[in-house]
């Protein structure tokens, strides 16, 4: 082994104790977790308060033609930025990375704000999506450098529980702000927040553990790895703004022939985005990417949850937002409590629990659909989402600190760290292609396709489940053999 904390479990990659919520967030670590955590829920607010407040900016500076790119150049911008995290970190140092991103970030979010035209608004936009994809990619690595091993799991669920708060609070921002007609103001919010996190860095990060860099090789640029996974990214993005049901299929067969040119290119290239134990003979890596991945697609449903609510159901905006809330609620209830988990044998049996728990909950809601629910069939339906969510949230803060621990090679940890976040952002890319692929097939038909999208990705939580199995499988020739 090549780390000195005695809570991991080697032949598994796994945490075999963890340390309490008292501890993470006591007086030497809470710093350090609030600008963390600050950083991500600047990312998760700062995409809920867009979505909704992009219709009251069209109306004020035009460019309805380009409203689907809004999200489009964020996300893409955002896995940029995201492979780079490691190469960030070991040119800059850990606090520096962290304040460039900060302040990549708050210049994106002003630009948004005074944007006069949506050309304008879309390179803010740009801009935004480089920060906060430093911002969450550095959260995951710096949870690694700056905490023990035991607190890794909480420390995974807590900034992952960022998501939730920006659930609820990005629409509620954005829609007040909207509603007073100051749609601008919301980016100013953001922005001064933002700069509130950026004034904690210095005294927190420099007082809070954070090892030098010193012992970090700078690698070159990796130039042809970052282009191929950018154009996955690209490509698959697109066809969900084209959104007709032969743009989305092309658009996802040609995304996964790039990642597929990625994981080829990267299995033997010099110069990796993922860590070398990726693909190393035995390893576990690959598959708790695929898992991470994988429950990342399956939480892209929420983004027609309101939708259906509203068509179906017939409910108000606000009651179809919150039921579209649901999953992201489900994921927070899930992976809080999960954290706790201290056995090693047991943290296996809950990632396995994960897609199956994921899956059924899907399976419920694409049985449930139908047009005017009663109570009971909604009750159903928030039951369904609440699962959904509740199975990527169990698992995810195990998956995360089993990625963090897994590689044979100390000085790649940063690598694999922020891995986790790349992995997540891509497979959001191409879980939201392959929803609009799903509910076009089924228009002009909203209850057929409610069934597709929920349907469908029981079998994409099916595919987690299989991956799930062999990422917490009995050792072959694992990382303790190769140690």
Known sequence: ????????????????????????????????????????????????????????????????????????????????????????????????????????????????????????????????????????????????????????????????????VGTFVGPALGGAFAEFGSWRGAFLALAAASAGVAALVPRVLASSGTRGRDDVRPEPFPLVALVLLASAALVVSVASVIATPLASTVGVLVGLVLIAAFISYERWASVRVLPADTFRRGSRLRWIYATIGLLAMTSMTEGFIPLFGQRLAGLAPLAAGFLGAALALGWTIGELPSASAARAATIRRIIVAGPLLGGL?????????????????????????????????????????????????????????????????????????????AVNLGEPDTVRSAHYLFGGFVLIAALGLVTAVLAVRPAGTGRSAAA
Request: net charge positive; hydrophobic share 55%; with cysteine.
């Open 1 to 164: 082994m090549t780390t000195s904390d005695p809570a991991r479990d080697e032949s598994m990659g796994f945490v075999d104790s963890v340390g309490s919520w008292a501890e993470l967030l006591g007086r030497r670590y809470l710093g350090a977790m609030v600008v963390l955590a600050g950083g991500v829920a600047l990312y998760a607010t700062n995409v809920y308060v867009t979505i909704s407040l992009l219709p009251s900016a069209i109306a004020e500076i035009g460019g309805e033609r380009l409203y689907a790119w809004s999200t489009t150049v964020f996300l893409l911008a955002s896995v940029v930025s995201a492979v780079l995290v490691s190469k960030a970190l070991a040119g800059l140092g850990s606090r520096r990375a962290y304040l460039v991103a900060l302040a990549l970030f708050l210049a994106g979010t002003l630009a948004c704000a005074i944007a006069p035209s949506m050309p304008v608004l879309l390179a803010g936009r740009a801009v935004q999506g480089v920060g906060a994809g430093l911002l969450a990619g550095l959260g995951y690595a710096l949870i690694r450098s700056t905490l023990p091993a035991r607190l890794w799991a909480r420390a995974s669920a807590l900034l992952s529980a960022m998501w939730g």
């Open 361 to 437: 909950g899907l399976a419920l809601a694409a049985l449930t659909q139908r047009s005017a629910p009663g109570g009971g069939t909604l009750a159903l339906w928030v039951l369904a989402f609440l699962a959904a969510g509740a199975g990527v949230g169990i698992a995810w803060p195990h998956l995360s600190t089993a990625a963090m621990s897994s590689v044979a090679d100390e000085r790649e940890g940063d690598k694999a760290s922020a891995a986790i976040n790349t992995v997540q952002l891509v497979a959001n890319a191409f879980g939201a292609a392959v929803t609009g692929v």
